[in-house]
């Protein structure tokens, strides 16, 4: 996908690749999972052995406060529920920059912690804006966390056409493929990575409704 050596050219495969899910035909999909306001679809991953998830839902807020929300930086930790820590590693080009972050176990401890170390990259997408990342190699790893990879992913947000009404109203779509590692049998996988999509949502519209 490329090297941190030379973020432009990462950045611009990163949001290349995004784009290419997110224009992907809809009988590509499979409902993984549905609530009352969010869907969550999947489909097989070119990247790994496993899954590329689809994931949206409205949320009322506009496309700037929301991917703020999600983002690296000071407000992810404080509502993100599987989230654990978090710290930015490297700043490096305007938008980029490189985090290690820690998940809570998962589904009775069956999923242990994992530790994470991804590129991250914010820029404008249509009328909002495209979040997205990939894990990169780095070498310090904690000893108590198996390190986890994330293949291409992310966010996008845009303001629905009546975005104007009050509250703001936003589309929020995810594409998030996720190779744990360790050995976790594939359906508590897809159990986890479903399941954890919807509370995202339900964790995100919080946040944002108590601010």
Same mark, same amino acid.
């Given at each position: 996908?490329g %090297? ?6 990462? &950045?611009?495969r990163?949001?290349?690749?995004l ?7 809809? @009988?590509?999909? /499979?409902?993984?999972?549905k ?7 999947r489909?097989?991953s ?10 949206? !839902? =409205? ?5 700037? /406060? *929301? ?7 000071? $407000? ?7 989230m &654990?820590? =978090?710290? *930015? ?5 305007? !938008? +980029?920059?490189? =985090?290690?972050? &820690? &998940? ?6 069956? *999923? ?7 590129f ?11 979040? +997205? !990342? ?18 291409? +992913? !992310?966010w996008? +947000? ?13 589309l929020?779509t995810?594409?998030i493929?996720?190779?744990? /590692?360790g =050995?976790?049998?594939q ?7 479903? %399941?954890?999509?919807? @509370?995202? $949502?339900?964790?995100l /519209? ?6």
């Open positions: 996908m %090297s941190l050596q030379e973020p432009s050219a990462l &950045t611009a990163l949001q290349n690749t784009i290419s899910y997110h224009s992907l035909d809809e @009988n590509e999909w /499979r409902v993984a999972k609530s009352k306001d969010v869907t969550v679809w489909k097989s070119e990247e790994f052995h496993g899954y590329l998830y689809k994931a949206q !839902g =409205m949320v009322d807020d506009n496309p700037n /406060r *929301i991917v703020d929300y999600i983002r690296p930086g000071p $407000y992810r930790l404080d509502w993100d529920s599987l &654990t820590a =978090m710290d *930015i590693i490297e700043t490096l080009d305007q !938008g +980029c920059c490189v =985090m290690r972050y &820690t &998940t809570a176990g998962q589904l009775w401890n069956i *999923i242990a912690p994992r530790e994470f170390v991804d991250s990259y914010t820029t404008d997408y249509q009328d909002g804006l495209l979040s +997205c !990342g990939i894990s990169v190699e780095h070498e310090e790893q904690h000893q108590s966390y198996v390190r986890g990879f994330n293949h291409p +992913c !992310g996008f +947000c845009v303001p629905t056409p009546d975005s104007t009404t009050t509250p703001a109203q936003s929020l995810g594409y493929q996720t190779d744990l /590692r =050995m976790i049998p359906s508590a996988v897809d159990t986890a990575m479903a %399941s954890t999509l919807i @509370n995202f $949502y339900t964790d /519209r919080r946040a944002l409704k108590k601010a």
